[in-house]
Nanobody
Framework: QVQLVESGGGLVQAGDSLRLSCAASGRTSRSFTMGWFRRAPGKERDFVAALSWSESKTYVADSVKDRFTISRDNARKSVALEMSSLKPEDTAVYYC????????????????WGQGTQVTVSS
């Protein structure tokens, strides 16, 4: 079993930066993938970014690739999502997700989820 605990999030102004973190505990492996999804009110859960441990490769949605980065803290088995130049349309609940295997961009491909953290960007 894997547990994911998110931290970060909050209320910021447009143009600000924010950092989300997600720590994994329990059974993980070298084939682990951790990622982030977000759900805005009334919308589907969208892929934001993912990091494949085995590939040491990152994937970021085209819509945010110029502003968001994902990185890994090996010692803490965690990933961070660095968000810059935030826009009101980035307002959403951000979810950390994990799976065993390579990174995928569909939320149905992930087996483990954090509780979600709210990010609100005011204009």
């Amino acid at each position: 079993q894997v547990q994911l605990v998110e931290s970060g999030g909050g209320l910021v102004q447009a143009g600000d930066s924010l950092r989300l973190s997600c720590a994994a505990s329990g059974r993980t492996s070298r084939s682990f993938t951790m990622g982030w999804f977000r759900r805005a009110p009334g919308k589907e859960r969208d892929f934001v970014a993912a990091l494949s441990w085995s590939e040491s490769k990152t994937y970021v949605a085209d819509s945010v690739k110029d502003r968001f980065t994902i990185s890994r803290d090996n010692a803490r088995k965690s990933v961070a999502l660095e968000m810059s130049s935030l826009k009101p349309e980035d307002t959403a609940v951000y979810y950390c997700a994990a799976r065993f295997g390579m990174a995928v961009r569909t939320w149905t491909g992930y087996d483990y989820w954090g509780q979600g953290t709210q990010v609100t960007v005011s204009s």
